[in-house]
């Protein structure tokens, strides 16, 4: 994935076994822009329970807003178009605590693998945080 140095945001997803950093393949931040390759194939799965718990932190208290959403992954590993019709939104809370943002996800009840997007907007900009997930489980 793309570098932007120390400015953008990380984002990590906490599930019941381990934390996972996020890719970024599009971002407009401090006067970049990025925008995403067609697929990530090699985008590696993150196994994840059925109505397990999803947590999503984001290294970053001035979080403006928060989309996540969630489509099945294609074999061909495409993600783009993002912002796709097949996208489902996702139910969250969100909280603040110290210098994050925790976002805490509804139970992902779809079984198989599915590309988990979370759209961030800040006031310096705005970055697509993205796993591949697996809840074949």
């Known amino acids: 994935m793309r570098?932007?140095?120390t400015n953008l945001?990380?984002?990590w997803l906490i599930t019941s076994a381990a934390a996972f950093p996020a890719s970024v393949p599009a971002f407009s931040w401090g006067g970049q822009h990025a925008d995403p390759a067609y697929g990530l194939t090699n985008l590696e799965a993150v196994q994840a329970r059925p109505d397990g718990?999803?947590?999503v932190v984001v290294g970053s208290s001035a979080v403006r807003q928060i989309e996540p959403a969630l489509r099945p992954w294609g074999?061909?590993?495409?993600?783009?178009?993002?912002?796709?019709?097949?996208?489902?939104p996702i139910r969250f809370e969100l909280n603040r605590d110290g210098d994050v943002t925790v976002v805490i996800l509804a139970g992902v009840r779809e079984q198989g693998e599915q590309l988990l997007l979370v759209h961030a907007t800040y006031k310096?900009?705005?970055a697509i945080y993205i796993w591949r997930l697996d809840t074949s489980a």
Not at 75 to 88: S, T
């Open 9 to 11: 945001p990380p984002a």
């Open 124 to 126: 310096s900009g705005d």
């Open 53 to 55: 718990r999803l947590i």
């Open 75 to 88: 074999p061909d590993g495409r993600i783009v178009p993002l912002f796709d019709e097949a996208n489902r």
């Open 3 to 5: 570098s932007v140095g």
